[in-house]
Nanobody, 121 residues
C-alpha cells in the first residue's frame, strides 16, 4: 500500500485546512487509517484515526476541532482541521494498518511522506 498525503500549507491562527491521504494498492476498505504529526524537536504523536468500520478516535488536543473521515470509493481519508493554532504546526503523516488496533505508531505499517502544516499567529 502506498500513501500520498497532501493539503498542507500556511494558514493563520483560527483558520482551517483539509488534508487528504490517497492510497494505492491493497484493499483500502479493509485498512485502518491514521494521522500523526511531528513538530520540530518533538516525537511523532497520534492525531486521529478511522477504522475500517468507520469508528473514529481523536487525540485530546484536537477533540472538537479536527474531524477524520474516509471515502472508500476514492481510496482516501481526510482530516478536516478547524480552529488551528500555532501549536498545530507540524509535519502531518498519514498511515495505514491492517491489524486489530489502530492508534499507536506500531499499529500502522504503511506511511505517507508527510505534508507540512504551518499556522501563523
Amino acid at each position: 500500500v502506498q500513501l500520498q498525503a497532501c493539503g498542507g500549507g500556511l494558514v493563520q491562527a483560527g483558520g482551517s485546512l483539509r488534508l487528504s491521504c490517497v492510497a494505492s494498492g491493497g484493499t483500502f476498505s479493509q485498512t485502518n487509517m491514521g494521522w500523526f504529526r511531528q513538530a520540530p524537536g518533538k516525537e511523532r504523536e497520534f492525531v486521529a484515526a478511522i477504522s475500517r468500520n468507520n469508528a473514529t478516535k481523536h487525540s485530546d488536543f484536537v477533540w472538537g476541532r479536527f474531524t477524520i473521515s474516509r471515502v472508500n470509493a476514492k481510496n482516501a481519508a481526510y482530516p478536516q482541521m478547524e480552529s488551528l493554532t500555532p501549536e498545530d504546526t507540524a509535519v502531518y503523516f498519514c498511515a495505514g494498518g491492517d491489524g486489530r488496533d489502530w492508534r499507536r505508531i506500531r499499529d500502522f505499517s504503511y506511511w505517507g511522506q508527510g505534508t507540512q502544516v504551518t499556522v501563523s499567529s
